[in-house]
C-alpha cells in the first residue's frame, strides 16, 4: 500500500468522525510530515488497571497514603473494597481502549512479592491478574490489525524491580514488538513511521535506557495534584503560561486525585464517580486547547475511564487547528 496518496479524510469535516480504531490513517495528508509532538493525541491513565487483582492480600504500594496503608495492614477486609474502588482508573481492556483511539499508554510495572515467577505486573495500589508480557502482546496483536496506527508507551513507574527485572522487561519489549519498536534516532512523523513499518515509541524512565537504542527518554507528565476540575484546569494555565510547553513529547494528565479526606467523605463513591461527574467542565475546557510546538500549546492529553467519556474524539478534533496553519 502506498502511503504517499492523500488520505480518505481530506474531504471529511470534523476529526472527530474519524474512525477511532484507525483515526491516524485516516488524517488529513497535510498533517502526516508534522512531529507527531506536535500533534493532539488522547491517552489514558492508568491504563491497565480494568484487571486489578481483588484477590490479591499484598499490602498496598507505598504510593498510597500513610494512614490507608496502616488502615489497610490491620483491617484489611474493611479497607480493599475502598482500594479498589479508587485504584480503578480503567474499566476497559488495553485492546478496547485503543479500539476507542487511545494511542497513548501509561503502564506502571511491578514485581509482585513473595512471587518466584519470572512474571511482571502492573499495578495501582495493588497488583493486577494479568502479566505484563500479556498486554504488550495484545498490543502487538492489535498493531498487526491496524498497520497504520502508532502507540506510545510509556514505562513510567517501577515498583519493586531491581537491575535483572530491567532486563527481562527490556527484553520482553523487544521480543513481542520486534521490528515495529522505533528508535530513538528516528524523526517521528506519520509518513516517515509509515514507510518504515515502526509503531511502537516506548519511553522508559530508567537509567537502563541510555544503553538502548529502542528506548526513548521519559515523557514528562503534567500531572495537577488536584480533586476538583476548577482547581486542575487553574493549575494547568498556571504552568503554562509561566514553562510554557516541555520540548518534544508531553502529557497533560486531567486526571483528577483522590485523598483520604475526600475518600472518607464520599464513602459510598468511586473514583469513576468522582471522574465522570467533572468530565463535562474538564472537555470543555479542552476544546479551547491547541497542539502545535507554540509555548501555550498542548500534545498528549491523558484521562480516566477513557473509554466511558468523549475525551478521545475531542483530543483528535483539536488537530483541526493544526490545518489552519500549514
Known amino acids: 500500500m502506498s502511503f504517499m496518496g492523500r488520505s480518505t479524510s481530506d474531504s471529511i469535516g470534523s476529526l472527530s468522525d474519524l474512525p477511532a480504531d484507525s483515526w491516524m490513517s485516516h488524517l488529513p495528508s497535510a498533517l502526516w510530515d508534522m512531529p507527531l509532538c506536535n500533534l493532539a493525541i488522547p491517552g489514558s491513565h492508568n491504563t491497565i488497571t480494568y484487571c486489578l487483582d481483588k ?18 495492614k490491620y483491617m484489611k477486609p474493611l479497607i480493599r473494597p475502598f482500594v479498589y474502588k479508587w485504584a480503578m482508573a480503567q474499566e476497559t481492556s488495553v485492546k478496547e481502549q ?25 499495578y495501582h495500589g495493588v497488583y493486577t491478574t494479568v502479566t505484563v508480557e500479556a498486554v504488550l502482546t495484545e498490543i502487538r496483536e492489535w498493531l498487526d490489525m491496524h498497520p497504520r496506527e502508532v502507540v506510545i508507551l510509556s514505562f513510567s513507574h517501577f515498583l519493586e524491580l531491581n537491575l535483572d527485572c530491567h532486563n527481562l ?7 513481542v514488538f520486534v521490528s515495529k519498536l522505533c528508535p530513538k534516532t528516528e524523526p ?10 515502526y509503531q511502537v515509541i516506548v519511553s522508559y524512565e530508567h537509567n537502563i535506557k541510555n544503553i538502548h537504542n529502542e528506548l526513548w527518554s521519559h515523557i514528562p507528565y503534567w500531572w495537577a495534584n488536584k480533586c476538583k476540575a476548577e482547581a486542575l484546569i487553574e493549575e494547568f494555565e498556571k504552568r503554562r503560561k509561566q514553562q510554557g510547553r516541555p520540548g518534544g513529547f508531553y502529557v497533560t494528565g486531567i486526571n483528577l486525585t483522590e485523598d483520604l479526606k475526600y475518600i472518607c467523605s464520599h464513602p459510598t463513591e468511586s473514583l469513576k ?26 500534545n498528549i492529553i491523558a484521562g480516566d475511564f477513557v473509554s466511558e467519556s468523549h475525551l478521545v474524539p475531542t483530543v483528535i478534533a483539536l488537530n483541526e487547528k493544526l490545518l489552519n496553519w500549514i
Open 98 to 122: 485503543l479500539d476507542c483511539g487511545v494511542r497513548y499508554c501509561d503502564l506502571r510495572i511491578a514485581r509482585r512479592p513473595n512471587d518466584n515467577s519470572a512474571h511482571l505486573y502492573f
Open 55 to 72: 484477590n490479591d492480600r499484598s499490602p498496598v504500594d507505598l504510593a498510597q497514603p500513610d494512614v490507608l496503608q496502616t488502615l489497610d
Open 169 to 175: 522487561l527490556i527484553q520482553t519489549i523487544k521480543d
Open 188 to 197: 517521528i512523523t506519520l509518513r516517515n513511521l509509515w514507510q518504515l513499518g
Open 273 to 298: 464517580d468522582l471522574v465522570m461527574s467533572t468530565y463535562p467542565v474538564l472537555l470543555e475546557w479542552v476544546k479551547g486547547l491547541c497542539p502545535g510546538s507554540n509555548p501555550g500549546s498542548i
